[in-house]
């Protein structure tokens, strides 16, 4: 089956550290994307990315950063400068990089910092 | 500046009874519409969209989303729903003037009550 996977689904860190969540896709999608959600605020985009090796900041990419070596995959690092980071992340991805294309969203990584 | 408000952030509504979630938008330039659905702890999946052509959008699971151009609105409708609708469901505007825009609005939360 063709989807997106994020590991792990519940996250744990300790102020100050960095932690990756992971984004893999094999729907051979050439965009894919990051979004931070919380309680009533919706979905904020952090980073997309169109092609491998090329990604651009979205709202909020203040503390954060991505990688895109390969197509399939987008990993996604909460740095220490994140004030913050306690959040549900999910990662998404869409054929191209039109409007008109939905997304397809992976089930989230849910990330507590104290 | 594009926007998207969605001004229920809950909408109880009892089983078999029909229900509308609002979604209304603000941009410049032409827009494409799209209605997700997410349920507890999982990422989003899309009920419909609205790219041209007619108003009247069909989506999964017996929804349906009417474009009103003049109004910049585009409601969710249900003539009946079922207790396994209970969730939150997402509006997202997307428009390409020079930069890619992608907007989700805050999301309504269902809950279909017995």
């Known amino acids: 089956d063709g989807g997106i996977t994020q590991s792990p689904k519940y996250l744990f860190r300790k102020e100050g550290q960095n932690v990756t969540l992971s984004c893999e896709q094999n729907l051979n999608h050439d965009a894919m994307y990051w979004y931070r959600q919380d309680p009533g605020q919706g979905l904020r985009l952090i980073y997309y990315?169109?092609?491998?090796?090329?990604?651009q900041k979205g709202d909020i990419a203040e503390g954060y950063s991505v990688s895109r070596e390969k197509k399939e995959s987008f990993p996604l690092t909460v740095t220490s400068a994140q004030k913050n980071p306690t959040a549900f992340y999910l990662c998404?991805?869409?054929?191209?990089?039109?409007?008109?294309?939905?997304?397809?969203f992976g089930p989230g990584t849910r990330l507590t910092v104290t | 500046a594009q926007s998207v408000t969605q001004l229920d952030s809950q909408v109880p509504v009892f089983e078999e009874a029909p229900v509308e979630l609002r979604c209304n938008y603000s941009s410049s330039v032409s827009v494409y519409l799209f209605w997700y659905v997410q349920y507890p702890n999982q990422g989003l999946q899309l009920l419909l969209k609205?790219?041209?052509?007619?108003?009247l959008v069909k989506g999964i699971n017996g929804f349906e989303a009417e474009f009103n151009k003049s109004q910049t609105s585009f409601h969710l409708r249900k003539p009946s729903v079922h207790i396994s609708d209970t969730a939150e469901y997402f509006c997202a505007v997307s428009e390409f003037s020079g930069t890619y825009k992608y907007i989700f609005g805050t999301g309504t939360r269902l809950k279909v009550l017995a």
């Open positions: 609205y790219l041209s052509g007619s108003t």
């Open positions: 990315s169109q092609i491998v090796n090329d990604f």
């Open positions: 998404a991805s869409s054929i191209g990089l039109l409007t008109t294309y939905e997304q397809y």
